[in-house]
């Protein structure tokens, strides 16, 4: 591996092989194998021959082909050899796929993450673990990226990720299609683990860290499913409407200059209006269906935002009053950082300061949104050293260039 230059076109494949594709196919290969983290093994095992292979015999027509071909061939020569698989119906898919050549295209990868993610869903896995579970073997990020969202360490996350992968296999969770009786009862999971990939798939835009995939297409996808496969669900609809007004104004997000541009500043002529509109339409729909939940409220934060593009002014004290909601039923850190800005906004900065204050420090202290929050209340009541030496830290804690860019601006605005 270590001879492949990283300039070598096949080198380049399989990294964004391995960062389009690395979540889908282990979920296709756990989904047959019953086993999570032999699946991740074959397929690293199988990225890992795609080095060795590819700049020799030539990229694959199918690199996602080519990849799968080789860890099914990994599995099943490992449970020959290790003597762990008896059940011949496991056995003969396997083999059935290895009558064609490996780099053909002519495999089929069937889309089972959303199976994949119900059984991560289970009862019996801890729920701290559900989420970021379905984040790292289903959707395929990394610890790394998943721990700072959680206001945890990679080192903590990844322990217990491992235990997760093991209560898998050693209790034998059921990797059948759930029941649908079982399926109500899982959905704030996935629903949550749906949104973390579009929120860090958002992130990642700026280019802070390449080895995130933008997955804010597939997340979308996946939440339609979800809503196809449970009408009856309001929130999940909520949250396809609250992703669909969040990307209808991600061409504003940047300047030409590619500068980060603040909400409350984008230019809304370049907003989708008719996005944002179909998604009002679905928030309404899940409205009518009267089962509240967070990402109904979420959402209609959004499209509170959103409505500058027909009112021309933003109503701050709607969003604050939503974000108490959120804040009373279903708080997270994130949510009451939020929750504290609009309230600053809307003309409060001392109770937004109050608010902030409240969070406790380990949860505040290594989060740049808590940062950057508590500089603008600082600012809005005259505590202008204070104001700087927030945003300073904030500075400090800011990986996106493009948002330090523009921290640095504000930061600069101060001296002058």
């Known amino acids: 591996m270590s001879d492949v230059p990283a300039s070598n076109p ?18 296709w290969l756990a989904w047959q194998w019953r086993d999570i983290a032999a699946a991740e093994d074959a397929l690293a095992d199988a990225l890992l021959k795609a080095l060795e292979r590819w700049p020799i015999d030539g990229i694959p027509s199918s ?15 490992g449970a020959r050899h290790e003597r762990m698989r008896s059940d011949p119906a496991v056995t003969t898919l396997l ?18 993450r959303l199976k994949l993610m119900f059984v991560c869903a289970h009862p019996a896995i801890d729920e701290k673990t559900r989420t970021p579970l379905m984040l790292q073997i289903v959707l395929g990020l990394q610890v790394a990226d998943i721990a700072p969202a959680m206001l945890i360490s990679p080192t903590t996350l990844a322990q217990r990720l491992v235990r997760a992968k093991q209560k898998i296999k050693d209790t034998g969770l ?13 959905l704030h999971d996935v629903l949550e683990a749906i949104y973390g990939a579009f929120g860090l798939s958002v992130d990642a835009i ?48 940047y300047d030409a200059h590619g500068d980060f541009v603040p909400l409350s500043e984008q230019d809304v002529d370049q907003w989708d209006k008719a996005a944002i509109l179909r998604a009002d339409q679905l928030l309404w729909t899940a409205a009518q269906q009267r089962q509240p939940g967070p990402f109904q409220l979420e959402a209609a ?22 974000y108490a909601q959120i804040n009373q039923h279903y708080p997270t850190t994130g949510s009451r950082v939020a929750g504290a800005v609009a309230l600053a906004e809307a003309g409060n900065p001392v109770a937004a300061l109050a608010q902030l204050n409240e969070i406790e420090k380990n949860h505040s202290s290594g989060f740049q949104p808590w940062w950057v929050a508590y500089s603008h209340c600082l600012n809005l009541t005259g505590k202008l050293a204070e104001a700087k030496a927030a945003l300073t830290t904030a500075l400090g804690l800011t990986s996106d260039v493009r948002l330090r860019r523009y921290l640095e601006s504000r930061l600069a605005a101060f001296a002058a």
């Open 63 to 77: 690199p996602d082909a080519w990849l799968l071909s080789v860890a099914k061939r990994e599995l099943l020569q």
């Open 174 to 186: 059921r990797f059948d299609e759930p029941d649908a009786r079982e399926l109500p009862a899982r």
């Open 206 to 253: 700026a280019g802070a860290e390449n080895r995130v995939t933008d997955l804010q297409q597939e997340a979308i996808f996946l939440c339609g499913l979800v809503c196809e496969l449970l009408p009856q669900a309001a929130d999940a609809k909520g949250l396809l409407a609250l992703m669909m007004l969040r990307q209808a104004r991600r061409n504003a997000q």
């Open 301 to 322: 934060i959004q499209s509170a935002h959103c409505h500058r593009l027909f009112t021309g002014n933003t109503p701050w004290a709607s969003i604050a009053q939503l």
């Open 10 to 27: 096949a080198y380049t494949a399989a990294q964004q092989a391995a960062r389009d594709s690395f979540g889908r196919l282990v979920s």
């Open 95 to 112: 083999e059935r796929a290895f009558e064609s050549d490996e780099g053909t295209s002519s495999v089929s990868i069937p889309d089972a």
